[in-house]
């Protein structure tokens, strides 16, 4: 029988049940047994002799393990990770020896309630499963987390047998859709239901009713958390759309969707930022993933010697090159579909951006300097024949003369313009006579929105492009340090579903100069994740767990690491805090060797088409450390005892 422990509370407060929190992950015990403390006053300190685990960068959370192998988290607030590290004050760091009763970290409560956060902080015990009954002291005070068949003794008996025999019989997808159902709280409890490539995403009306837990040990489902306001449900590749399908027809007012809407409305800012950036973004991303692996292709092809006609290069050229060379319209007509305006009004307002007549907005850029040097005016500049090209066109309004640059390749400025248009159609719309509304909503649409794009919000939105995205740019490129950050924060990043933002740095990225190292580095970060998952599989000893985490684990290497994470790693913390180690690693050796893919997109196996134009074997080495980091790590000083 596992032994009962008793821990001093590491902040002063009033200690609560954890199950009585505002947080279904943690209330759910699904980081582990502890306690809650709320109200707490701003320090926090060391329950017992040990060490520091982890400190995350933000100062939210604290990872600690005792002398005598008690693993705690400390995490100080609800979703206090948003606030940056803004009121948080870490004394101590990750691998620090600490005694009992040191000072860890002092933070403001007062800072974190006008941020719009919750106070409570969980106290919970990673391993539990290693111990029985967990007891958190303070002054008196005393909250006990009972040992699982203690909790299940005290809860009574259990339907679960009936509800499996009762869906036993079925086929595999209408079985486990039947039983999610049941255990979500039926269909009343669902307002809408949807998918993506490995999970069930639902938003319900009172989470209460969800039974977790049991949702877990059904056959065929690989994990669960809350995430961007939806109840998400991993069920894996292929088998989700099955079961998706099946999930719909047990409350067929599903189908008409709005999923997404319903989650939009409750998510944060960043959260709405990401999710419209990705609403915008993922569209086009198929077309920059071919390309990009055309790309590739033809330069491994080039490689090895192969001698093309002229002509023929050309024509490829026109496969590859035509993506960027027209970005804007995509980002445009991407950008009207996603808010409501005309689509092909999106197209040609795209096209004008990048119309053949104005100099492109880089190349000028690029003269600039050389202009100023010489003391001449970007006009006198103008007029010299070694400049044509490279100077932006007067436009002499009278009063002021306006330079016009063309702005192929920029994602920023087609984005607002796309904004700008669509809500600008709509308000035409408001008053505008039915008879008329054919021919005068897209003439002044388009009007209207050309002159503010080459007047107001290409100027703007190129300069603020340049700024943020050159700096980020010149980050990756630090060797070994942009890629280890990035490398090793990626998939934290993730699991708050706000990494869709870094798609517009991507397609800036190709745009621009040709190549993707971000792609580089984030293959890194997702191989790490699987091969910490891997291990775990290994060193699990119940036949039907080891098969349940090695079918969560394949989908990592192909990219797709959601059914690793929550699956398995974040449920178990340390093979994800090992498995952001390998990707940082591998991240700081892509960083070092120059690495960078043809495309973007795809990343781990299939990404290996990416880096066929002279950098395969590299990007093979680097894959390799991360695996290897990520693995060896956990399989070394991961313990879990099934």
Not at 334 to 362: D, E, R
Not at 519 to 538: D, E, P, R
């Amino acid at each position: 029988m596992a032994k009962d422990i008793r821990i001093s509370s590491p902040l002063n407060g009033k200690l609560v049940p954890l199950n009585s929190i505002n947080d279904p992950v943690f209330a759910s015990g699904a980081m582990g047994r502890g306690v809650a403390v709320q109200n707490p006053k701003g320090q926090v300190f060391s329950p017992f002799d040990g060490e520091i685990t982890v400190f995350f960068p933000t100062g939210h959370a604290i990872g600690l393990k005792s002398d005598d192998g008690i693993e705690l988290l400390i995490h100080v607030g609800m979703d206090t990770v948003k606030m940056n590290g803004e009121g948080f004050s870490p004394k101590a760091e990750a691998g620090d020896k600490i005694k009992r009763g040191q000072l860890l970290l002092e933070f403001d409560p007062a800072a974190i309630k006008k941020a719009g956060y919750e106070t409570t902080t969980p106290v919970v015990v990673t391993n539990h499963a290693d111990f029985g009954d967990i007891t958190v002291e303070l002054d008196g005070q005393s909250v006990t987390a009972a040992a699982p068949a203690e909790e299940a003794a005290a809860a009574g008996p259990v339907d679960d047998d009936d509800v499996i025999k009762q869906f036993a019989g079925l086929p595999d997808a209408e079985r486990v859709a039947k039983s999610i159902m049941h255990y979500v709280g039926g269909p009343d409890n669902v307002r809408t239901a949807e998918h993506c490539a490995t999970r069930l995403r639902l938003i319900v009306n009172d989470k209460t009713k969800i039974q977790e837990k049991k949702i877990e040990n059904i056959e065929g489902v690989k994990g669960q958390f809350f995430a961007a306001q939806q109840y998400q449900i991993i069920c894996g590749t292929g088998f989700v759309d099955k079961v998706t399908e099946e999930f719909i027809k047990l409350k067929p007012s599903l189908a008409g969707g709005g999923g997404k809407e319903a989650a939009y409305a409750e998510m944060s800012l960043m959260q709405k930022i990401s999710r419209t950036l990705g609403d915008v973004f993922v569209p086009i991303i198929p077309v920059l993933v071919a390309t990009g692996l055309f790309m590739g292709c033809r330069g491994a092809i080039l490689s090895m010697g192969s001698e093309w006609d002229p002509n023929f290069l050309l024509m490829t050229q026109v496969l590859t090159d035509t993506a960027f060379a027209f970005l804007p319209a995509l980002v445009c007509w991407s950008t009207m579909n996603k808010f409501g305006g005309t689509a092909v009004i999106g197209i040609v307002l795209g096209l004008m951006l990048v119309f053949p007549g104005l100099p492109n907005a880089y190349v000028v850029g690029g003269a600039a300097a050389e202009i100023a040097e010489k003391g001449l005016t970007w006009v006198e500049a103008s007029a010299l024949p070694e400049y044509a090209g490279k100077t932006p066109i007067p436009l002499d309004l009278g009063f002021v003369t306006i330079p016009l640059v063309g702005y192929q390749g920029s994602v920023l400025p087609a984005l607002v313009l796309g904004i700008f248009a669509a809500k600008f159609q709509q308000f035409l719309k408001t008053f505008i006579p039915d008879m008329i509304d054919l021919i005068v909503t897209p003439f002044l649409t388009l009007t209207v929105s050309m002159a503010l794009g080459f007047l107001v919000v290409g100027p703007i939105m190129h300069g603020l492009e340049s700024l943020v995205f050159g700096a980020v740019q010149n980050f990756l490129t630090i060797p070994v340090v942009g890629g280890l950050i990035i490398g090793g924060l990626q998939q934290v990043i993730v699991i708050f579903g706000v990494h869709h933002v870094f798609s517009a740095l991507e397609i800036y990225l190709l745009s621009t100069q040709g190549s993707d190292p971000f792609n580089a580095i984030i293959t890194c970060a997702t191989i790490a994740q699987g091969g910490a998952a891997l291990a775990v599989s290994l060193k699990t000893q119940d036949p039907r767990k080891r098969a349940l985490y090695i079918s969560s684990t394949v989908p990592a290497f192909l990219g797709i690491t959601e059914p690793a994470i929550f699956g398995i790693n974040l449920r178990l913390m340390k093979p994800f805090v090992f498995g952001c180690v390998g990707g940082a690693a591998g991240g700081a050796i892509s960083s070092f060797l120059g690495l960078a893919g043809t495309g973007m997109g795809i990343t781990v196996l299939p990404g290996m088409l990416l880096y066929m134009n002279g950098q395969i074997v590299q990007y093979i080495i680097v894959n390799a450390i991360a695996f290897a980091v990520g693995f060896a790590l956990t399989y070394v000083l991961f313990k879990h005892e099934e």
